[in-house]
Nanobody, 115 residues
């Protein structure tokens, strides 16, 4: 069993930066593939990017070059560094952990990009 807790969301101006954290409880954090997703009201949850247990990352086109995912297995934590934020990045951001058939979600943290 893994519990995920996101933090770091808030209000930021366009062009600003924010770092989200996803802290995991439980054991064997390092074996999980992790991901960040986001959702706005009325729309489906969409993938932002992923990081494998080995540290390889992938991103959707809309955030490439602006967002960076990293993980610290010693701290059981994943991060999402978000730079050059745009109003369209406004959403609730969720972290996700997957290992074979096991899938876990955090409760989400709100990110609002507005002047």
């Amino acid at each position: 069993q893994v519990q995920l807790v996101e933090s770091g969301g808030g209000l930021v101006q366009p062009g600003g930066s924010l770092i989200l954290s996803c802290a995991a409880s439980g054991t064997s954090f390092s074996i999980y593939a992790l991901g960040w997703y986001r959702q706005v009201p009325g729309k489906e949850r969409e993938l932002v990017g992923t990081i494998t247990s080995g540290g390889s990352t992938k991103y959707v086109t809309s955030v490439k070059g602006r967002f960076t995912i990293s993980r610290d297995n010693a701290k059981n934590t994943m991060y999402l560094q978000m730079n050059s934020l745009k109003p369209e990045d406004t959403a609730v951001y969720y972290c996700n952990a997957q290992f074979r058939a096991l899938v876990y979600w955090g409760q989400g943290t709100q990110v609002t990009v507005s002047s």
